[in-house]
Nanobody
Framework: QLEESGGGLVQVGGSLRLSCVAS????????AKWFREAPGESREVVAS???????NYADSVKGRFTVSKDNAKNTVYLQMNNIQPEDTGVYYCFAEGYYSTGTGLSSFGSWGQGTQVTVSS
């Protein structure tokens, strides 16, 4: 129900914007988190956003990454600036909200398939 895009190969100091788009049956994303899975490491949260717009960031990305949510497009973004080698990894979004069942609403919590970010020096 979620699809990430925007990853790729980027030089140190460059920028990328990752997108996490929800499928059409999803009516609302309430909360979302971006995770990073670096090679040989466990998945860690780097940024989160809640329905009121409050955001939180891992110390390693504070001041460089910005998470945002476009409710009209049911899309969550991760703007990555001043990218560093340690930012290399697969980025996943996880979102919670509500979707239409056809006869009503139901809550969901879903992962996207991930998008690769590779930083070259």
């Amino acid at each position: 129900q979620l699809e990430e895009s925007g990853g790729g190969l980027v030089q140190v100091g460059g920028s990328l914007r990752l997108s996490c788009v929800a499928s059409e049956n999803i009516l609302r994303i309430d909360t979302a988190k971006w995770f990073r899975e670096a090679p040989g490491e466990s998945r860690e949260v780097v940024a989160s956003i809640v329905s009121g717009g409050n955001t939180n960031y891992a110390d390693s990305v504070k001041g460089r990454f910005t998470v945002s949510k476009d409710n009209a497009k049911n899309t969550v973004y991760l703007q990555m600036n001043n990218i560093q080698p340690e930012d290399t990894g697969v980025y996943y979004c996880f979102a919670e909200g509500y979707y239409s069942t056809g006869t009503g609403l139901s809550s969901f919590g879903s992962w996207g398939q991930g998008t690769q970010v590779t930083v070259s020096s």
